[in-house]
């Protein structure tokens, strides 16, 4: 029999699972997998990024309730801060989808995303509709919506001012209008060769009270999440602190709360209802034809279910497979329980399989092992694969093995990666894709499992595993590859003048004897030596070093060095780049193999520098590139070391929030100012700072920010040293910067401090918070907010020269 069934919403719940083994059930879990089959009912949870969801909602709506429960997340969080390790923009985004994907598996629900890129903070809706394309986000919303079907709708924010945020109340602007659109065959009817139309009943605001927002009231619906699950052992508020915590790289671990928590609902669109989310709706088997019986055997299949004996149900879920497999209306709703109860039929009967391949990343169209390990606790269950056809038949508790070859015919980019994208929005491909959050696997078997007699088709992705000495056994997505990578040691390449520096781009093999040719393509008025070479990789896994000289003339212009590989006369122009954290899959993707070449007129006193690590930063990288000794300080150092020696000393971003110990090295810091030195402290968020005063002055950090990056700066003191020595500052100096001026500016500064520059988003109020210098005993003290951390990874030349001013004596 071949795989002809559910398809999408057995990917949709096993995408997540793709760096692990097959699911396997306890026998709780069994149980409320059984109690879920007779459950129809469905919501849909809309805001706008990783975090905002409301984990202990969605853990009783799909746990306690049992509905089926999505959440979507207009963005994949790119835009935003990271306090376990320096990756920004897409591959924050990428951690942040994983992390999300963690999250959904401890509270039930499933995720989804549009093709929305976070572009940082917004103040306004209007603002995110000028970088969102709103049609296209909003086309994006409503396909996920006819293909999901919810019966209710909810949305975390208000579409106004109190969401707090552009992307806050865009994402319920967009929720509201999808509501209708949905339901309108006229609004993109493109869509409806692969979807219907859908109308939900209701759509809700889920109201809250944190965050001095109290948008709660006693005439709205309300709702105790807070109940406890035997079958989990768990309330619903420790599912959600688990579910929660998973946001590492935005500091979201969670105390587990207990005991009773209302949750409160206002209504958009629909009637609001008396007590139930679903009233007035069908959540059973009622809305389907002849789903009377199908009800009956779910019932008596949970009536008869024997926790110390799952495999006594295995018959009658196999009688319910096929009776669901004969019914022809409600296509997806059945096509969705099906898959349910496939995966119900293999938790019962012990039976588990998975395919490993021999490496964790093999060369597209390079054939690679594969190997299956099956088992099951059932005599009698047979196997076969699209790996090899010769079917194995499996006895209770004895592991078979099956072995086989696979090529693999694309390279496993994520999808919203494959192409270069604006600012505002990543290029999808087919907007099917969107199903997938994390994208496919990268490859996979099909197999066919027969039990009784009866055939149930699967799938399950080829995955790579090893035995950690410290974690155990771990396991990691396949990786597809090109089968020679070429990785260049940075973003940008920054010339100060006319010069030459030698860069290295790094050639990795996926397969034993690439041999080819590696081509660089650079703008006009560059020299680059070697333009081209040829290379000779014996082995997969080796790597080749390969330096550059290059020269920037008196014309030449800003742009892109590329590389290119050349093999068998075909090309590849990218590079490899592997995210490792212990709490998500490994995370391999390709990003071009491109870089800056910046040439800027830039003048330095600053030489020797010291840098504090904070949350997590790309500056002492890029402080490297353009020629200063960095060194990074630990906490010996500061206290014990002999701080004169560094010209300039920097704090990294958010160091006051997670480094406690700068409260007991800060006099340190203060007296190296003191006596002479330049101390530059990047921004910190209002709270939590380890104490309460940064500088050897008092201000305060407030949470005003200016989000438009081409916002007017005015040169409040246009004598300041800060804006002439040793760079004559002007207002091209503040173009082409990215996602934004600067955030949590100060207030409240004690008139020692000088602030040379004003800045406002339009039609608001000029703030003069964004940089404050001042001079203390023999030295100079510097914070701002400032945000050189994304500009000079960029290559933003006139970041690059304000901030040498900003650290020079």
Known sequence: ?????????????????????????????????????????????????????????????????????????LTRGDGGQNLIGNEQGEDLGLIRTQELLAARKNDGALQFFTRANDFGYSKTPEETFKIWNKDSILSDVVYIIRKFRPDVIITRFPPDARAGHGHHAASSILAQEAFDAAADPKMFPQQLKEVQVWQAKRILWNNYNFGGNDNTSNDQLKIDVGVYNPLLGESYGE???????????????????????????????????????????????????????????????????????????VGGLLKLYQELLQIKTNASLVAEKTNEVKNLVLA???????????????????????????????????????????????????????????????ISQPYWLKEDHDVGMYKIGKQSNLMFPDGKPASSIDFTVTIDGVEIPFTRPIVYKY????????????????????????????????????????????????????????????????AKTGFDLKKYGEELDLAFKISAQSNAQNGDLKATVIIGGKKFDKGIKVIDYEHIPTITYFPSAKAKLVKL?????????????????????????????????????????????????????????????????????????????????????????????IGPYPFTVSRDRVTEENAKVNFIKPDSKALNYPNKITETDFENWIQERGIYFTTNEDGHYEKPLGVKDTGEKESDGSLLITNYGKGKFVYTGLVFFRELPAGIPGAYRLFMNLISK
């Not at 949709?12 to 109690?35: D, V």
């Not at 002849?290 to 006594?312: F, H, R």
């Not at 092992?369 to 005599?379: R, T």
Request: hydrophobic share 40%; with cysteine.
């Open 601 to 693: 007129d830039m003048k330095t006193t600053a030489k020797n520098i010291g840098y504090i690590e904070g949350a997590g930063d790309l500056m002492p990288q890029t402080l490297k590139e353009i020629g200063l000794n960095v060194t990074m300080l630990s906490e010996n150092e500061i206290m014990n070391g002999d701080l004169s020696k560094y010209d300039a000393i920097i704090a990294g971003i958010r160091a006051y929030n997670v480094n406690d110990r700068l409260k007991f090295e800060q006099a340190k810091l203060m007296k190296y100012v003191e006596d002479g030195g330049t101390y530059l402290v990047q921004y910190n968020v209002n709270r939590p700072l380890v104490l309460d005063q």
């Open 467 to 530: 035995t950690d000495q410290v974690r155990g056994e771990v396991y990691q997505p396949l990786a597809i590859t090109p089968p020679v990578t070429a990785t260049l040691n940075a973003k940008a390449f920054i010339f100060n003048n006319e010069g030459s520096k030698d860069i290295h781009i790094k050639l990795k093999a996926f397969k034993d004897n690439a041999t080819g040719t590696l081509s660089l393509e650079f703008p006009k008025g560059w020299i680059v030596s070697p």
């Open 239 to 313: 599912i959600a602190a688990e579910s929660r915590s998973n946001h590492k790289s935005q500091g979201f671990g969670s105390a587990k709360q207990r005991g009773s928590s209302i949750e409160y609902f206002s209504a958009w669109k629909g009637k609001l209802p008396k007590s139930d989310l679903m009233e007035g709706i069908a959540t059973d088997w009622s809305k389907i034809k002849n789903g009377q019986s199908v009800s009956e055997q779910i019932a008596n299949i949970q009536q008869n279910y024997d926790a110390l004996n799952p495999i006594k149900s």
């Open 1 to 73: 029999m071949k795989f002809k069934i559910a398809l999408f919403f057995f990917l949709i719940t096993t995408t997540f699972l793709s760096a692990q083994t097959s699911p396997q059930l306890n026998s709780s879990e069994i149980l409320l997998g059984i109690k879920k089959l007779n459950v129809t009912g469905s919501v849909l949870y809309i805001a706008a990024h990783p975090d905002d969801e409301n984990t202990r909602l969605l853990a009783y709506l799909s746990k306690e309730k049992n509905y089926k429960t999505g959440y979507l997340a």
């Open 348 to 410: 019962c009967s012990g039976t588990w399989f998975e395919a490993y391949a021999e490496r964790p990343q093999i060369a597209v169209d390079n054939p690679f092992k594969v190997s299956v390990d099956a088992i099951s606790q059932m005599d009698n269950v047979v196997i076969a694969s699209s790996l090899n056809q010769q079917p194995v038949t499996l006895n209770a508790n004895k592991m078979q093995s099956i072995n086989g070859t696979q090529t693999a015919k694309e």
